[in-house]
């Protein structure tokens, strides 16, 4: 609705995982680099945490992207799938097709096979799993069987699991210890810093087609970055209601009251919790005030009645 009147092309903060988005922060650099790295290496396991909306999906997708014709890919959305579903949908994935009735059995040969002949082939094979946390345990120990599928000196496929900081303690239970110990490469993605926020926001409305920026005031990254806790997801939501409020009003600029509006629009479970303890103490200091002046008041008169 607002993009052709800011000069965008197209939405610049659609909350979807769009890889042509991916602000690479340090951080999120060092994460593309490290599962780049894991992959070229055939390091076997690798696993990627962090918050909800810290841009995992994204950044797998970009990933993915990046992949040539020497690597075969496989994405995995939906995790909640049993051991045998899980392994049917990596054979669909990778377009292993299956002649029958499937068993375990079967879609472990016939993964196998098309693994041999890719590694015969001179090509790679990459499994990625996202919101890994909701996998169950009989699941993660399948996945771990697939490990298994090696040749003396290379792993033929690598498998990215990606989830929320649950991942961590789940693989940390002394059942997935197998698994745990096989993984290689680590990563934990953190909200994004004050500075990066500004530049996040800048990235993509430079890539929406902006030709200029100066939309938001430097006041409003501020709030945005400490409202947002510097979450992605957070940080778009955000983003997308100020500018559609100040299109109603017909404003060019956001500064940090069209932020709050926004903020108020979308609900207060933006607010960080900075804010909520502020508030707290606030309204716990205004109660104390005014029972200190009840108290006052009623010390004097009780003084005047002896008088």
């Known amino acids: 609705m607002y993009e052709t009147y800011f000069g965008f092309k197209e939405n610049p903060f659609t ?13 999120h650099r060092e994460a593309l680099n490290c599962l780049i790295y894991g992959i070229g290496e ?40 049993s051991d045998i579903e ?17 068993t375990k059995k079967r879609y472990l040969d016939g993964l196998n096979a098309f693994l041999m002949r890719n590694f015969a082939a001179g090509k790679n094979a990459v499994l990625m799993i996202d919101e890994a946390q909701n996998l169950s345990r009989s699941v993660l120990e399948q996945i771990r069987m697939l490990s298994n599928l090696e040749t003396v000196r290379e792993k033929l496929i690598q498998i990215i699991l990606l989830g929320q900081p649950e991942l961590r303690q789940l ?4 059942s997935l210890r197998q698994l745990n110990e096989r993984i290689t490469v680590r990563y934990e993605l953190k909200p994004l810093v004050r500075e990066d926020v500004r530049r996040y926001i800048e990235h993509r409305m430079v890539m ?30 955000i983003c997308d209601r100020a500018l559609l ?49 009840i108290l006052v008041a009623g010390y004097d008169g009780f003084v005047k009645l002896l008088d």
């Open 245 to 293: 409020i100040a299109y109603g009003r017909d404003l060019k600029t956001i500064d940090r009251r069209i932020v709050r509006a926004a903020v108020k629009d979308i609900g207060p479970g933006y607010l960080t919790e900075t804010d909520v303890r502020r508030r707290t103490i606030l309204i716990l200091l205004m109660v104390l005030v005014a029972a200190a002046l």
């Open 15 to 27: 909350l979807s995982p769009d890889p042509r988005y991916l602000y690479l922060s340090p951080q």
């Open 208 to 237: 929406a087609g902006a030709e200029t920026n100066g939309v938001f005031t430097v006041g409003s990254y501020a709030l945005i970055s400490g409202l947002s806790r510097g979450i992605p997801r957070r940080i778009n939501a």
């Open 86 to 102: 899980l392994l049917k949908t990596i054979n669909q994935e990778f377009g292993i097709r299956m002649v029958g009735r499937g």
């Open 171 to 174: 693989l940390a239970l002394p």
């Open 42 to 81: 055939k390091k076997g396991f690798m696993v990627v945490t962090g918050g909800i909306g810290t841009g995992k999906t994204t950044l797998c997708r970009a990933l993915l992207a990046g992949l040539d014709g020497s690597t075969a890919s496989a994405l995995i959305f939906n995790p909640d799938l």
